[in-house]
């Protein structure tokens, strides 16, 4: 059976991995500062960061609307057709897509199409979608896939290392509390989500390299990560990701370790030289 995934924009799969594999993408629209962008091919960070690091007020996000999600479906032209949001805590991008999937099924009884909720975001969603991937390459029929998957999700863990919370707070992703405390103390904090999608504390450091090797310690001490694949997406900063890879390579027993760089919409929350993993 033929398949597409399609996915938001804040699932960071590389330009390859976009290129080669059965992905179609439904882009976010990021305004800030009178610019309407739309997180598509066209998406320019440098731009962004500029505009982040010059405006006193926080970018604002638009998901993608079910028409948009309806057009995905239509161009996908498959049997099966597997979509991957961000947490439905984080965005109205799941909302969407579960709107779309009603329409769509009225109109096409037969259909298979499935949405999954990530309960988390960037690299979460990447580890997402290539789950989807690995599983329907295998032969598994859809009701099979969806299973897998579902479960893959229950006990996916996401943990991210930001240069600083103000953006998650001005956009109420996060409570006022927790950005306060790093900058009233400039202290890092190690954050995850929780199985639900939401945003929790994990642990604090004085410093983004002492957080991000809290990150990797956590990794080590959870007994669930060993034979997975570590995905990571960093939001202009290559070297810290390299830097959590080569610890995670020395304490950790991941099968592989992926990167990507940030589109868009991560790049809205992590800002410059966040760091996001999931597995």
């Known amino acids: 059976m033929s398949y597409k995934i399609i996915v938001d924009s804040c699932c960071d799969l590389t330009a390859s991995q976009l290129l080669q594999g059965p992905f179609l993408r439904v882009p976010l629209t990021i305004s800030l500062a009178?610019?309407?962008?739309?997180?598509?091919?066209?998406?320019?960070?440098?731009?962004?960061?500029?505009?982040?690091?010059?405006?006193?007020?926080?970018?604002?996000?638009?998901?993608?609307?079910?028409?948009?999600?309806?057009?995905?479906?239509?161009?996908?032209?498959?049997?099966?057709?597997?979509?991957?949001?961000?947490?439905?805590?984080?965005?109205?991008?799941?909302?969407?897509?579960?709107?779309?999937?009603?329409?769509?099924?009225?109109?096409?009884?037969?259909?298979?199409?499935?949405?999954?909720?990530?309960?988390?975001?960037?690299?979460?969603?990447?580890?997402?979608?290539?789950?989807?991937?690995?599983?329907?390459?295998?032969?598994?029929?859809?009701?099979?896939?969806?299973?897998?998957?579902?479960?893959?999700?229950?006990?996916?863990?996401?943990?991210?290392?930001?240069?600083?919370?103000?953006?998650?707070?001005?956009?109420?992703?996060?409570?006022?509390?927790?950005?306060?405390?790093?900058?009233?103390?400039?202290i890092k904090l190690l954050m995850g989500a929780t199985p639900e999608g939401e945003i929790k504390k994990v642990g604090q450091a004085l410093s983004v390299k002492q957080a991000l090797s809290r990150m990797v310690a956590h990794m080590a001490k959870d007994p669930g990560h060993i034979g997975k694949i570590l995905y990571l997406a960093h939001c202009n900063n290559p070297e810290r990701a390299f830097y959590v890879r080569e610890l995670a390579l020395k304490t950790c027993k991941f099968k592989d370790i992926l990167i990507s760089d940030a589109r868009g919409v991560t790049t809205v929350y992590a800002n410059n030289g966040g760091v996001v993993a999931a597995y």
């Open 34 to 186: 009178g610019e309407d962008i739309v997180d598509d091919e066209t998406f320019d960070q440098t731009h962004l960061l500029l505009l982040m690091a010059e405006s006193p007020e926080a970018p604002k996000t638009a998901c993608p609307s079910p028409a948009a999600y309806l057009d995905a479906f239509t161009h996908a032209g498959c049997d099966d057709i597997y979509v991957v949001t961000l947490s439905a805590h984080l965005s109205g991008s799941h909302n969407a897509a579960v709107q779309a999937r009603a329409i769509w099924l009225e109109e096409h009884p037969d259909a298979h199409v499935y949405v999954f909720n990530s309960c988390s975001a960037a690299a979460g969603e990447v580890a997402v979608a290539l789950k989807i991937a690995q599983e329907a390459d295998s032969g598994a029929d859809f009701a099979a896939v969806v299973a897998a998957v579902d479960a893959y999700i229950a006990w996916m863990t996401t943990l991210f290392v930001l240069e600083n919370l103000d953006h998650l707070r001005k956009n109420g992703r996060l409570t006022g509390l927790a950005s306060m405390i790093t900058e009233t103390f400039r």
